[in-house]
């Protein structure tokens, strides 16, 4: 089975820094994506950003990248110059053979 | 361009009685699924579907039941509704298994008391 874990439950930091949210998974899968997902208080979620497996290249969107290691089933996420829009519930995700399997989240409040 | 639509956005629920959740994408996707997310333990998959006449279980199956005669809809029934499925759910869809991101709908709030 394929499994994501998320270990920080909750951070916090001020607008403007870099914040760097964790995830690590476990699949025998050669061929899978990643993805981080977004979700404010309005409920929508929203994907932040992909990755594909066999791309050694670390996936960029704006502000946001993606540390990607794949020896370590490692998917962290790194937020430049935070704002206060950034508040939200960030979900890792691994999509393989089993659908699509999330993380319990992690809940990153940025302060003015 | 209505995506991922689910009705309704709000209900509660008797323990005991039954409701159909449901999923609409107009994208022409192959792939749907059914969440719920609890407080604090992030979204569980409850059924999948690969395309329509086909579905199969997620982590959390026990409750529920789909169907997926068209490719457009994926209904989700709740039988016999109980506390323990009080929820947020949500029907999410993607064009194929891997290389697209799954559109997601609004979530439906459901209370069972």
């Known amino acids: 089975a394929q499994t994501v874990t998320q270990s920080q439950p909750e951070m916090s930091v001020q607008e403007a820094e870099t914040v760097t949210l964790s995830c690590t998974y476990d699949?025998?899968?050669?061929?899978?994506?990643l993805f981080w997902y977004k979700q404010p208080p309005s409920r929508q979620m929203i994907l932040v950003i992909r990755?594909?497996?066999?791309?050694?290249q670390n996936a960029t969107e704006n502000r946001f990248s993606v540390n990607f290691q794949k020896a370590a089933k490692s998917f962290s996420l790194k937020i430049s110059d935070s704002q206060l829009g950034d508040t939200a519930m960030y979900f890792c995700?691994?999509?393989?053979?089993?659908?699509?399997?999330f993380g319990k989240g992690t809940h990153l409040i940025i302060q003015p | 361009n209505a995506g991922v639509t689910q009705t309704p956005k709000f209900r509660i629920l008797k323990i005991g009685q039954s409701m159909t959740l449901q999923c609409a994408q107009d994208?022409?996707?192959?792939?749907m699924y059914w969440y719920r997310q609890d407080p604090g333990m992030g979204l569980k998959l409850i059924y999948y579907?690969?395309?329509?006449?086909?579905?199969d279980k997620g982590e959390v199956p026990n409750g529920y039941n789909v169907s997926r005669s068209t490719t457009e809809d994926f209904p989700l029934r709740l039988e016999l509704a109980a506390p323990s499925q009080t929820s947020v759910y949500f029907c999410?869809?993607?064009?194929?298994?891997?290389?697209?991101?799954?559109?997601f709908g609004q979530g439906t709030r459901l209370t069972v008391v």
């Open positions: 999410a869809s993607s064009y194929s298994r891997l290389n697209t991101e799954a559109f």
């Open positions: 699949t025998s899968e050669s061929n899978y994506y």
């Open positions: 990755q594909e497996a066999y791309k050694q």
């Open positions: 995700a691994f999509i393989g053979g089993n659908g699509l399997t």
């Open positions: 994208m022409n996707h192959n792939y």
């Open positions: 579907s690969v395309g329509a006449g086909i579905t």
